[in-house]
């Protein structure tokens, strides 16, 4: 049964025979062809949290093939879905999927499909030289993002790090100005740690920030990070490395301090079951290896696409990215896509068409 799975996948997703033979009894089997990729210049637009990971793999892509080109335009992921909704670009990102407003006003969610493309983890980064590896909790991070805990030697920071000399330097609190998916997993998460700040502040891509200033995306708020001594925001890891901040260790559910690493990433999202856009937090998730502060980062798709030659380049562009281009994610700082996750995905990429059939269809069982 697995290995007819196995076949049947592969005639999905590729249009080759499964195990097939030649003509003739112990001859050879017949040479898979290259698929049909299409062709055109695909622009996609959203969230800066994917944007390091997703230009690479771009660029990869393009040097393998040479007839289809994708320009993305980090600009958050608020942004990214006014340009999918408006039909002005082939592709729109955000950390999180369309809410249900969002889905009418881009035209029902039979003109659409929506998937994770990668993992990423939010850290917790700071400025603070000669102070590696602190730790943090949930409300400690909560308080300080609330503006209760002010300074770095404050009693609820000593009290998790009771070995260090911690400076009485205030804080310098950075955060996103600009709609933003990093935002919603950051705040979902705040939401789960501290009752007063689900209370005063909730979750969302925006929200009535209580301290601190804003900047626009993932690189705004590391480059406040890194201005200030003293300061500390939530940024993508990758945007850490960019630009040389320290990121601190984060509590977890089983009471572990993790690292925001790829590998704590991947765990949290292998634990979500039955991911959908309706099913999709995985932040504060159970494990004791898992990074409490992660998202997938969702790519939406419209289902007719008019141009079927640019519709092809379109659907096997992604078909690659969420399986092959998954390899290019962890050197990059992002968790590759659990199975689940890809699979979900495999199959929203089957709804699309171009003159009212399907770009990779499904095909029948033999």
């Known amino acids: 049964m697995l290995a007819r799975v196995s076949c049947v996948l592969a005639a999905l997703f590729w249009l080759a025979a499964c195990g097939g033979t030649g003509s003739g009894l112990g ?13 055109g210049a695909l622009h996609g637009a ?3 949290f994917p944007a390091p990971f997703y230009q690479k ?7 393998r093939y040479p007839n289809v080109t994708v320009a993305y335009d980090a600009v958050g992921s ?25 889905v009418a006003a881009a ?49 609820e920071i000593k009290r998790l790090n009771p070995d260090v000399n911690l400076p009485a330097r205030a804080f310098a609190v950075a955060h996103r100005s600009d709609g933003s998916g990093t935002t919603y997993a950051f705040t979902d998460y705040l939401s789960k740690v501290s009752d007063e700040w689900k209370t005063k502040v909730g979750s969302g891509k925006t929200v009535n920030w209580p301290a601190g ?7 705004g708020v590391a480059q406040l990070v890194q201005a200030t001594q003293g300061g500390v925001g939530y940024v993508e890891l990758a945007y850490v490395v960019q630009s040389g901040l320290q990121a601190a260790l984060i509590r977890n559910r089983a009471g572990n301090f993790v690292q925001p690493t790829p590998a704590g990433g991947t765990a949290a999202a292998a634990a979500l079951i039955g991911i959908s856009p309706t099913n999709f937090s995985i932040t504060d998730g159970d494990g004791t290896g898992v990074y409490p502060i992660a998202t997938l980062s969702w790519v ?11 519709g092809r380049a379109l659907v096997y562009m992604w078909h690659w990215m969420i399986t092959d281009g998954q390899r290019f994610a962890t050197d990059l700082l992002y968790a590759p896509l659990p199975t689940d996750a890809q699979n979900f995905g495999l199959v929203q990429l089957t709804k699309i068409t171009a003159g009212d059939k399907p770009i990779i269809p499904y095909l029948a069982a033999g």
Do not use: C
């Open 27 to 39: 001859s050879p089997p017949a040479p898979t062809p290259a698929p049909d990729v299409g062709s």
């Open 46 to 48: 959203g969230a800066t």
């Open 57 to 63: 793999a771009f660029d990869t892509y393009r040097h």
């Open 78 to 102: 608020g942004t990214g879905i006014q340009r999918f909704t408006q039909q002005s670009v082939d592709f729109g990102a955000s950390d999180v999927p369309l809410k249900p407003d969002e």
């Open 107 to 155: 035209g029902g969610d039979q003109s659409l499909v929506e998937f994770p493309a990668t993992v990423g983890v939010v850290a917790v980064a700071y400025n603070l030289p000669g102070f590696d590896n602190l730790k943090l909790d949930g409300p400690t991070v909560a308080d300080i993002f609330l503006g209760k805990v002010k300074r770095w030697d404050d009693p």
């Open 213 to 219: 200033s804003g900047a626009n995306g993932n690189p």
């Open 300 to 310: 939406m798709l419209r289902r007719a696409q008019s141009d079927a030659t640019k």
